[in-house]
């Protein structure tokens, strides 16, 4: 392997390495195992797996809806609520990263709304 090789393979798997994902499998109702969901999220793996979690808990609660089986039921138990932005905005990637930095989201909650947001779930909160 010459030197070109290892610095490719060493920045495929850095940037690999930044990457969060997730998958869900359920049983239809003919006994058919399908693909229900992947998620995959890319930026800071310590609250991208919150993100995962959010996004594939939405997808399990839905399946299951449906009348799909999952192996998974976990997800199922999963809180995905988030807190409301603030009055008369809907959370953005910008306002939540400067929530989070300023230390008034966990990671947990960062991650949730990231995913939220993605999800294009985000809306605004209109305070009365």
């Not at 399908?34 to 800071?44: D, P, Q, R, S, T």
């Not at 991650?111 to 009365?128: P, Q, R, S």
Request: glycine share 8%; proline share 2%; aromatic share 8%.
């Amino acid at each position: 392997m010459n030197i070109r090789h290892f610095l490719l393979l060493v920045i495929i798997l850095f940037i690999s390495g930044c990457t969060t994902s997730g998958q869900l499998y359920y049983v239809d109702a003919k006994g058919n195992e399908k693909l229900g969901c992947k998620a995959e999220f890319v930026g800071m793996p310590s609250v991208d797996k919150f993100a995962v979690e959010y996004a594939l808990s939405l997808c399990a609660k839905s399946i299951v809806k449906k009348g799909g089986v999952i192996q998974e039921e976990h997800l199922l138990m999963v809180d995905t609520a988030i807190p409301l932005a603030p009055c008369e905005k809907a959370w953005t990637h910008e306002l939540a990263k400067q929530q989070y930095q300023s230390k008034k989201l966990t990671k947990k909650e960062y991650g949730y709304i990231v995913a939220n947001i993605d999800l294009g779930l985000a809306t605004v909160n209109k305070c009365t």
